[in-house]
């Protein structure tokens, strides 16, 4: 709440010489000297608040800076609400995987996808495994097919020294 505050100067911080006044119901009083603006506010008490510093001249409004902090800290905590987390889950498996196996996991991803999640699907390769990258391509492409309906591929099945990834994003409805 207190970071707000700091984005404007208000009353006696504000040393231009000139501004461009707005008043509390939203007029436009003109361009005022620094001082008269802070005898308008101080008159209807309330604060003098520089709301756009680059403009030329600067513009200030007269407000009640503490009534404004809290709408705009309000403003933030419904945008947070608002907002949607997206994590990233993640399905190992290796290249030596069955058929059935396969199956369970791509159950569990389509869990994650339709919560909204993406999902990362990893075929790790130990020792030898990494010369036959071709069959993790494979695992990844039967994970692609039982997912087609519910995802889409975000970033294609790539080799990454000894894991090759491939990440799904929920399909949009």
Known sequence: MKDINKNFAVNEEIREKEVRLIGDDGSQLGVLSSREALKLAEEK???LVMISPN???P???IMD???FIYEQSKKEKEAKKKQKVIN???VRCSPTIEEHDINIKANNAKKFLQEGDKVKITVRFRGREADYSHI???ILGKFVALLEEVSV???PAKLEGRN???ILAPKKA
């Open 55 to 57: 403009a030329n001249p």
């Open 88 to 90: 990233i889950k993640e």
């Open 65 to 67: 800076l503490g009534k």
């Open 164 to 166: 090759m990834t491939l």
């Open 153 to 155: 591929i975000e970033k």
């Open 136 to 138: 993790g391509a494979k």
């Open 59 to 61: 513009v200030c409004k």
């Open 45 to 47: 008490e309330l604060d």
